[in-house]
């Protein structure tokens, strides 16, 4: 397989550590990694599967001087939106975290084990959905497949790790009774029902992430979705509630079968030996966990589902990196 360049833009962030962490497992077939930072980051060294890298400042004449093949974006979306065309202008596929390019027609929103087919049409911009949003559509792409989804309402309970470092220091530091820096009111010991600004819906921008970025992943633009999201007092990892409502008829253990031999799933699924999906079982995996699945009697065809994973890989870094996995077998060629 032949060599290639990754930069990873955003190196010494929470998701930044991660893409670190997971490209040291995954031991791709690269020859050099290039690490972006602000210039307040400039400068220090990062071991990297042995070898030990300077990080770069971020700025243009840093990157076009480079040959670059991916580069993986965490750095928010007013870094996206000046750099990606940078990267994607010298030859560079990005990868990107921030919410910048996701409802973009021209930019693909990929999750690999749902529409990597859409890999095949960027022009250099691929965007990585939302955490929340990556997670759900992993356990809905079988069901809608089998049964066709008519209507989805989700219940989300959000780590603070999902705000980055200063979500997670408000948690640490609550426990200690220290005030909040991040969130408008004590994390610790509290559930916020509020995640990115209120819109004049009075929706969140995270409950529209949700709703738009589910309908275009699905390619389902009339898909009825509606969200509710939530902050909660853990670290890592993501749980959700999932009502859904299909066309066709469907059976528990359709259901069950189809999300059991789904890619990225583990059904958890026995509550009579308590088992069921929890985020201290998904923490450092990549998989999708799913369990708690029931008929909802209220609609003729409808299901209840609890999804759970964690937010920092399998909602930021491991998403991105299954898609630079794909791009490197080949399978899927840029149209």
């Known amino acids: 397989m032949k060599k290639i360049n990754i930069a990873v833009v955003g190196a010494t962030g929470m998701v930044g550590n991660k893409f670190l962490e997971v490209l040291t497992e995954k031991n791709l077939p690269v020859e050099n990694y290039y690490l972006y930072a602000s210039a307040k980051s400039a400068g220090k060294t990062i071991n990297?599967?042995?070898?030990?890298?300077?990080?770069?400042e971020l700025k243009r004449e840093n990157i076009v001087d480079k040959k670059i093949d991916i580069a993986l974006f965490s750095a928010g979306g007013g870094v996206s939106k000046e750099f990606a065309p940078i990267f994607a202008g010298i030859g560079a596929v990005v990868i990107d975290n921030s919410s910048q390019w996701r409802m973009d027609e021209k930019v693909p929103l990929v999750v690999p084990e749902v529409n990597p087919e859409d890999i095949a049409w960027n022009k250099g911009i691929i965007a990585n959905p939302n955490c929340s949003t990556i997670q759900a559509v992993v356990a809905l792409k079988p069901l809608h497949d089998k049964y066709i989804i008519k209507r989805v309402?989700?219940?989300?309970?959000?780590?603070?790790?999902?705000?980055?470092?200063?979500?997670?220091?408000?948690?640490?530091?609550?426990?200690?009774?220290?005030?909040?820096?991040?969130?408008?009111?004590?994390?610790?010991?509290?559930?916020?029902?509020?995640?990115?600004?209120?819109?004049?819906?009075?929706?969140?921008?995270?409950?529209?992430?949700?709703?738009?970025?589910?309908r275009k992943i699905l390619h389902a633009p009339d898909l009825k979705v509606t969200a509710t999201t939530v902050r909660v007092p853990v670290f890592h990892g993501h749980s959700e509630s999932i009502n859904i409502e299909f066309e066709k008829p469907a059976t528990l253990e359709g259901i069950k079968e189809a999300l059991k031999n789904a890619p990225g799933i583990v059904l958890a699924d026995d509550v009579k030996n308590l088992v069921y999906p929890m985020v201290?079982?998904?923490?450092?995996?990549?998989?999708?966990?799913?369990?708690?699945?029931?008929?909802?009697?209220?609609?003729?065809?409808?299901?209840?589902?609890?999804?759970?994973?964690?937010?920092?890989?399998?909602g930021a870094a491991s998403n991105?990196?299954?898609?630079?996995?794909?791009?490197?077998?080949?399978?899927i060629k840029r149209k």
């Open 280 to 314: 201290i079982n998904a923490v450092d995996h990549d998989e999708v966990y799913v369990g708690r699945v029931r008929l909802d009697p209220t609609v003729k065809s409808g299901c209840n589902l609890w999804c759970v994973a964690d937010n920092i890989r399998k």
């Open 48 to 56: 990297l599967l042995g070898k030990d890298l300077t990080v770069i």
């Open 153 to 214: 309402v989700y219940s989300t309970y959000q780590a603070v790790s999902g705000a980055g470092v200063a979500g997670y220091e408000d948690l640490k530091n609550g426990i200690e009774g220290i005030a909040p820096k991040k969130f408008p009111y004590p994390i610790f010991n509290n559930i916020l029902p509020h995640i990115d600004v209120f819109l004049e819906d009075g929706y969140t921008k995270e409950e529209h992430k949700m709703i738009d970025e589910t």
């Open 320 to 331: 991105a990196i299954q898609i630079a996995e794909i791009m490197l077998t080949g399978k």
